[in-house]
């Protein structure tokens, strides 16, 4: 014998209500025999007698009455539980769970955040910040829905999926007092003449930045560092020194900055990260999609 349906529980809730059979086939766009056959299961799973007729109508029995509360409390919850669902494919509702770095946090995703939740308000979407390695690690652990980090596509874990998004050229920053007497693009050893400001190791853009220096002949001492690129923009406009940043954060206007490009160049890989056995709901296709578009 199959388990309690919703169908039964539906049933039996409004012959309660309508007080026959046949209204309630009516109601429920059913025949009478197959609410008939739904009350008879309904009362041989719960084993008690549902109804018994009083003049020309139905009426619940004792043990019928005091199921009703509990039948409509399912019935309800049930209710939510089939809307809640609908409501999540819609892409109506939702929750998120995004990792990226510091810098693409404060100068990548606000607008594509925004644009997000304009289109489906009640999506939440909770962003953690941190290097590469513990996102990836959360994303493969399941709690991360998505990531995006700094790394080449073949250099993620094989259980992930990834994709580049684009090439991020790291900048050199000069407080603007400064900045009329450097060169267009700045070489190694005319940022060292500097006091030099960079982001902490452990991350990969700071690993880069050091090996850059190396395969141009020279090891990076810096003089301050930092885990904060926006302290360390505020810093060199300070004067306090020059600094190597992502270009999302040397592209933000600030009056006492000038962003110049390295030589040679130094790009850092941007890539958007899935779990490989992931199937998106319609609010992360929609996060995807503002990941994806151009700026």
């Known amino acids: ?35 008939g056959q739904q009350l008879r299961e309904l009362e041989a799973q719960l084993r008690v007698r549902l109804f018994e007729k009083i003049g020309t109508r139905l009426q619940p029995t004792p043990a019928g009455q005091a199921l009703l509360e509990p039948a409509r409390e399912v019935a309800a919850s049930i209710t939510r539980l089939q809307e809640t669902g609908a409501r999540f494919r819609a892409g109506d509702t939702g929750h998120i769970r995004l990792g990226t770095g510091a810098t ?3 100068y990548f995703l606000p607008e594509r955040l925004r644009r997000v939740r304009q289109a489906m308000p009640g999506v939440e979407i ?47 920053l000069l407080p603007r007092g400064l900045a009329g007497a450097m060169p267009d693009a700045l070489r190694a050893e005319e940022l060292l003449a500097h006091p030099l ?25 810096p003089a301050m560092e930092f885990d904060s690129i926006a302290a360390i ?6 004067g306090l020194g020059c600094a190597i940043v992502p270009g999302l954060a040397a592209r933000v206007a600030h009056p006492d900055l000038v ?37």
Do not use: Y
Request: aromatic share 2%.
């Open 259 to 295: 962003a110049r490009p390295l030589a040679p160049a130094l790009n850092r890989p941007i890539s958007l990260v899935l779990r490989g056995n992931q199937v998106p709901d319609a609010a992360l296709r929609l996060l995807l999609a503002e990941l994806r578009a151009p700026a």
């Open 1 to 35: 014998m199959h388990g309690l349906t919703l169908r039964q529980i539906r049933a039996f809730l409004v012959t309660v209500e309508l007080g026959s059979i046949a209204a309630a086939a009516r109601n429920l766009g059913l025949t009478q025999p197959a609410v």
């Open 197 to 221: 400001l960079l982001h902490v190791r452990g991350s990969v853009t700071r690993s880069l930045v050091d090996r850059w220096f190396l395969e141009n002949g020279h090891g990076a001492t």
């Open 104 to 106: 693409a946090c404060i």
């Open 233 to 238: 923009r505020e810093l060199v406009a300070a």
């Open 126 to 172: 909770a962003v953690s910040t941190g290097n590469t390695a513990p996102m990836l690690q959360a994303l493969m652990e399941g709690s991360l829905d998505v990531a995006v980090v700094t790394a080449m596509p073949q250099d993620v874990p094989t259980s992930l999926v990834a994709e580049l998004l684009f090439h991020d050229p790291l900048m050199a």
